[in-house]
């Protein structure tokens, strides 16, 4: 191979963060293009999340690890693991990490979730990781 393919395969490389061979084009034209102009945000999409989060900041828990989620008529119960306190609320934003929740959702969730959203979780997690899955046929992989 010329130098100047290899410059160029190497620049490909740093660029997509990984070997050629580890590359795949499978997906290529997949995504959508949202209409619009692009943004930049010269503080960051954390700088959004503030602004969102401003009339409601007192009512807002960070770093808090849940023990349970459970789910009434009128309300959502969130019980904290330290000190077992009980949060209820209208809405819950949670940010629990699809591997803990698709592990752990049997224990986590009461009512259990169904299966179509645990499944969901798997194949969103798989989409983050560039995993493709293919569901296999019953009796088969398990």
């Not at 010269?42 to 459970?70: H, Q």
């Not at 609320?89 to 179509?116: C, E, R, W």
Request: glycine share 8%; proline share 7%.
């Amino acid at each position: 191979m010329s130098i100047a393919l290899k410059t160029l395969a190497h620049a490909l490389e740093c660029w997509a963060g990984n070997q050629l061979s580890c590359l795949s084009l499978n997906l290529f034209g997949s995504s959508q293009e949202l209409p619009g102009e692009n943004a930049t945000l010269p503080n960051g999409l954390g700088s959004v999340i503030e602004v969102l989060a401003e009339p409601i900041k007192d009512r807002i828990r960070t770093c808090s690890k849940v023990s349970r989620v459970t789910f009434m008529t009128d309300f959502t119960a969130v019980t904290l693991e330290q000190g077992s306190e009980e949060i209820r609320a209208d809405y819950v934003i949670s940010t629990i990490p699809l591997g803990v929740m698709k592990q752990n959702h049997t224990s986590l969730f009461q009512p259990p979730l169904p299966q179509s959203k645990v499944t969901g979780a798997a194949m969103s997690l798989a989409r983050t990781l560039g995993v493709r899955v293919v569901p296999l046929p019953p009796g088969r992989g398990d």
